[in-house]
């Protein structure tokens, strides 16, 4: 088998005034400091940059693309050049008067430093992986005497020059007499429409390739780096940053830490309408990160528990094939546990299937998904008829087969046993198949019996449904029209099965007085179920701090 190929990386980066540092020859590193606009005794940061373009990329080393020289990083000089024909001829001087003649290598060239480009040049370096893009994003203002126009044309030849990339360019996002905001405050869009355009046009060249997305944004103008890290997202997926502070300490992450506030606050806003499953969606890119999982691993288990499907549980060993590595070192969490306890089979609770689909149709409601909200208000009644049957007749003992749990009264027998009983169905509710075990016929007919036999709140929501399973049974094998929608909405409005909550002021169907007695007479007394998973979620959101101390 032939070795599988690295990813390639595609790399993006912006640079400003401290990017492009000049190096004496004592080794010290010179940022240059900005100037008043009118001054005649010093060089702006423009004239500056604008004179290094002049001597040419060919007449300039960076390091550390052309040289592993190691420099005095114990702190930075800032210094200004003189305003004469030749400045860059000159020594620079700093506040104090003090002069730093500049270091040139043996061949002449004049040495800079981009030393904060060090942390992702290095793990390029060594990770030998290919670099497959290259793209640097720049400003071209008119009307800016500190306008470093050298930084990014310097650093972005030589990246080229040194990796050859498949693809690079160099994005210009803001020109002539634009700013990026406006005095209102207002980002330029045309600014984020071309930062967007050069992220989405490397994508497109690159093609179906497995690019991994490289970042470092150490300088340029700061709104422009959060901007640029999201359009790589959308267009890449996660994208690994690289930063490179003034003490000379690096580092490199795929989650800035805004990302956490961010992703937490838009959980909050989804799982408070009711919309589990999409915020364990949105949560999903932090499922390994060690730091965050303390809230992803809730939400996806919570998320899991309402779709119906298997939960984490650590203390059984068992997990879904979609566990995160790291979520498999965690325990199901309390509340998630409590709430399946009321709905699965064993430990000590009967089982209560109707709950958890009262559950997804509560959530279904409050997220305005209509046809689901639809189908899951009449499941519920058919999932309380068979809970009803498992707690009050007999244990289920196959997906249709039960086994009684006490002899069956001549009443009873009549009812549930005989072929003749009630609307002449050739099969009766129960069937004996071997000692004390019987089949569970059902039908729209069965169901009826069913709920005639048990009487009380189950009855009264057959009676209520009458006429609206249609919708439920067209929805399954056809389309509803958006006529038959609102149809069905007010229907179930009008019979009291959707009415607004007075403690969330939404829609609620758990909160109606039907479903409540229902699972009040199979022993289950809380409040909304829904309101005690998202009361907990919010605690564990909000209180991540909390758990990243504890644990």
């Not at 990386?9 to 606009?37: M, N, R, Y």
């Not at 999201?230 to 300490?249: K, M, N, T």
């Not at 979609?322 to 070192?329: G, I, L, Q």
């Not at 399973?469 to 959707?498: C, M, P, V, Y």
Request: hydrophobic letters at 35%; one cysteine or more; glycine letters at 6%.
């Amino acid at each position: 088998m032939a070795p599988q190929q690295k990813k390639s990386i595609a790399l993006f980066f912006t640079a400003g005034i401290s990017d492009l540092k000049f190096v004496a020859e004592d080794g010290s590193l010179l940022e240059l400091a900005k100037v008043h606009s009118h001054s005649s005794t010093y060089a702006s940061i423009r004239e500056v940059h604008e004179s290094l373009l002049k001597i040419g990329s060919d007449n300039i080393a960076i390091y550390p693309f052309d040289t592993d020289l190691v420099f005095d990083n114990s702190g930075v000089v800032n210094v200004n050049f003189l305003k004469y024909n030749d400045f860059l001829a000159q020594a620079p001087i700093d506040a104090n008067g003090r002069s730093f003649p500049l270091q040139r290598l043996d061949d002449g060239r004049l040495l800079l430093a981009a030393d904060k480009l060090l942390p992702i040049w290095s793990s390029i370096q060594k990770k030998q992986q290919r670099v497959s893009a290259v793209v640097g994003f720049c400003t071209k203002r008119d009307n800016r005497n500190d306008e470093p126009v050298a930084a990014e044309k310097l650093i972005f030849t030589k990246l080229v020059e040194r990796l050859r990339p498949e693809y690079s360019d160099l994005v210009t996002y803001v020109k002539g007499q634009e700013t990026l905001e406006s005095q209102t405050g207002v980002f330029l869009p045309d600014a984020v429409a071309r930062i967007e355009k050069g992220v989405y046009l490397c994508h497109q060249s690159l093609g179906d390739t497995k690019t991994t997305p490289w970042l470092t944004t150490t300088g340029g103008i700061p709104p422009v780096k959060g901007v640029l890290r999201a359009a790589i997202e959308l267009h890449f997926g996660p994208v690994r940053s690289f930063q490179r502070f003034q003490d000379g300490a690096e580092s490199s992450f795929y989650h800035a830490p805004q990302d956490s506030l961010v992703a937490r606050r838009h959980a909050l806003d989804f799982i408070r309408c009711g919309a589990l499953i999409e915020a364990a969606a949105m949560a999903w890119s932090f499922r390994d990160n060690e730091t965050e999982r303390y809230w992803v691993h809730p939400l996806r288990c919570a998320a899991r528990f309402l779709d119906g499907n298997p939960v984490f549980a650590y203390s059984t060993g068992h997990y879904p094939e979609s566990a995160a590595p790291s979520e498999r070192r965690l325990e199901l969490p309390l509340f998630v546990y409590q709430m399946a306890q009321h709905m699965l089979p064993g430990g000590n609770q009967p089982q209560r299937r109707c709950l958890l689909v009262g559950l997804r149709a509560e959530a279904a409601l409050r997220a305005g998904r209509w046809v689901d909200a639809i189908n899951l208000s009449v499941t519920f009644h058919d999932a309380a008829i068979r809970d009803m049957i498992n707690q009050k007749i007999g244990h289920y003992v196959g997906d249709r087969e039960i086994e009684l749990k006490r002899s069956l009264t001549p009443s009873e027998r009549l009812t549930l046993c005989d072929t003749n009983y009630g609307i002449g169905q050739n099969d009766p509710c129960l069937r004996p198949i071997r000692q004390n075990v019987f089949r569970v016929w059902s039908s729209k007919h069965h169901d009826d019996v069913w709920c005639q036999f048990f009487g009380g709140p189950l009855k009264e929501m057959n009676d209520r449904l009458h006429g609206l399973r249609e919708f439920r049974n067209r929805n399954t094998h056809d389309i509803l029209s958006d006529n038959d929608i609102k149809k069905t909405k007010d229907a179930f409005k009008q019979i009291g099965l959707w009415q607004q909550s007075n403690q969330t002021n939404m829609l609620s169907f758990l909160d109606t007085d039907l479903p409540k007695e229902i699972l009040r007479e199979l022993g289950y007394k809380n409040d909304n179920p829904l309101d005690y998973i998202i009361s907990q979620l919010e605690q564990v959101i909000k209180n991540i701090d909390t758990y990243k101390c504890v644990n």
